[in-house]
């Protein structure tokens, strides 16, 4: 069976080891076999560059314990970024080296924004030419075609994005068609997708898409996932406040499995067995007392399927 795995969430730790070393104890404690480390929380690359004080650091902290371990890069690499595209490249692959140093098999990575979240307050156009957004798909794929082939140990999973009211699509992740023939061609055997089960409810909410027959598109390139729960509904970027959002459905809420309304079941049964990968839960931090509530929801979703297999 596959293992299920938690994980450490960067804005909970916020560059803090004692909080680090808590929550894996903690984790540890709960029955917890695999966690997906954040190198940004973690504060271990500085200016495109592994940190090696603080890559020892935690090191020496994780040596006392016996997870699996996935990686996630920092969320605003961009291999699309028009400023300095070479410091994302470095970003990226110092995600790669970190991961080799912990033994981590995957760093998940967002796919390339035609125009990043940080610059959707900046008054710039809301989308792209078409050729000017395919030369910047050619780029972002000469870029990942080479990170892989000097890290081959490491898969990068390309995570499908959550779309946003008013600005989408700012991504080629958003539409799953244009996700997996991007990774298509790449063309490398460590570069897959990474299956974010809470960001492809509201993209299929938002275009109107069946989800189902979006994962089975994906199946074959499918690396890694993310699973959370939510309700499908979409939000503008500036709505991050979860207490607002949650009495009416709303927002990207990283909710425990069970809690919203996605077919987490259905989507898992499509992707099993052939998919041997973790089973990546990413909780929001508010969330961290309901962890094994998830987890054990999860298990009953994954028991209900081999059953019905037999």
Same mark, same amino acid.
């Given at each position: 069976?596959?293992t299920?795995?938690m994980?450490i /969430?960067?804005?909970?730790? !916020?560059g803090c080891?004692?909080? +680090?070393?808590?929550?894996l104890e903690?984790?540890? /404690?709960?029955?917890?076999?695999?966690?997906?480390?954040p190198?940004?929380?973690?504060d271990v690359? @500085?200016n495109?560059?592994?940190?090696q004080r603080?890559?020892d650091?935690?090191?020496?902290?994780?040596?006392d314990f016996?997870f699996?371990?996935?990686?996630?890069? #920092?969320?605003p690499v961009? %291999?699309?970024?028009?400023h /300095?595209?070479?410091?994302?490249a470095d970003v @990226?692959?110092?995600s790669?080296? +970190?991961a &080799?140093n912990v033994g981590?098999?995957?760093?998940v990575y967002h796919?390339?924004?035609?125009?990043p979240?940080e *610059?959707f307050?900046?008054?710039? #156009?809301? /989308?792209?030419p078409?050729?000017?957004?395919?030369s910047m &798909?050619? =780029?972002? *794929?000469?870029v990942?075609?080479?990170?892989s082939?000097?890290?081959?140990?490491?898969?990068?999973?390309?995570e499908? *994005?959550?779309?946003?009211?008013?600005?989408s #699509?700012?991504?080629y992740?958003?539409?799953?068609?244009?996700l997996h023939t991007?990774?298509?061609?790449v063309?490398?055997p460590n570069v897959?997708?990474n299956l974010d089960f809470g960001h492809?409810?509201?993209? *299929?909410s938002?275009y109107?898409? !069946?989800?189902l027959d =979006?994962v089975?598109k994906?199946r #074959?390139l499918v690396?890694?996932t993310?699973?959370h729960?939510?309700f499908g509904g979409?939000?503008?970027?500036?709505?991050?406040q979860?207490t607002?959002?949650l009495?009416?459905?709303r927002g !990207?809420?990283?909710m425990?499995v069970g809690?919203?309304?996605l077919p987490i079941?259905?989507?898992?049964?499509?992707? %099993?067995p052939?998919?041997?990968? @973790?089973l990546?839960?990413? %909780?929001?931090?508010?969330?961290f007392p309901?962890i094994?509530?998830s987890?054990?929801?999860l298990?009953?979703?994954?028991?209900?399927? =081999? !059953?019905?297999k037999?």
């Amino acid at each position: 069976m596959n293992t299920i795995g938690m994980k450490i /969430d960067e804005v909970r730790i !916020d560059g803090c080891l004692d909080k +680090f070393l808590s929550d894996l104890e903690q984790m540890q /404690d709960m029955g917890i076999r695999a966690v997906e480390l954040p190198v940004h929380g973690l504060d271990v690359i @500085l200016n495109g560059q592994l940190w090696q004080r603080r890559m020892d650091e935690v090191s020496a902290i994780l040596r006392d314990f016996k997870f699996q371990y996935s990686v996630h890069a #920092p969320n605003p690499v961009n %291999l699309m970024d028009k400023h /300095d595209p070479g410091l994302h490249a470095d970003v @990226l692959a110092a995600s790669l080296g +970190f991961a &080799r140093n912990v033994g981590a098999g995957v760093v998940v990575y967002h796919g390339g924004r035609y125009i990043p979240e940080e *610059a959707f307050n900046m008054g710039g #156009p809301r /989308d792209l030419p078409r050729a000017q957004k395919a030369s910047m &798909r050619e =780029a972002e *794929a000469l870029v990942l075609q080479s990170v892989s082939k000097s890290c081959p140990d490491v898969c990068i999973a390309v995570e499908n *994005a959550r779309p946003y009211t008013g600005q989408s #699509p700012y991504t080629y992740a958003e539409s799953i068609d244009d996700l997996h023939t991007q990774v298509s061609d790449v063309n490398r055997p460590n570069v897959g997708i990474n299956l974010d089960f809470g960001h492809l409810g509201m993209t *299929a909410s938002f275009y109107g898409f !069946d989800i189902l027959d =979006a994962v089975e598109k994906i199946r #074959p390139l499918v690396v890694h996932t993310h699973i959370h729960d939510n309700f499908g509904g979409v939000v503008h970027h500036y709505e991050k406040q979860q207490t607002h959002q949650l009495p009416f459905g709303r927002g !990207d809420n990283h909710m425990p499995v069970g809690w919203g309304t996605l077919p987490i079941r259905e989507m898992l049964a499509i992707i %099993l067995p052939r998919y041997k990968g @973790l089973l990546m839960m990413e %909780l929001r931090s508010r969330y961290f007392p309901y962890i094994t509530e998830s987890r054990d929801n999860l298990n009953a979703l994954l028991e209900n399927i =081999a !059953d019905n297999k037999d």
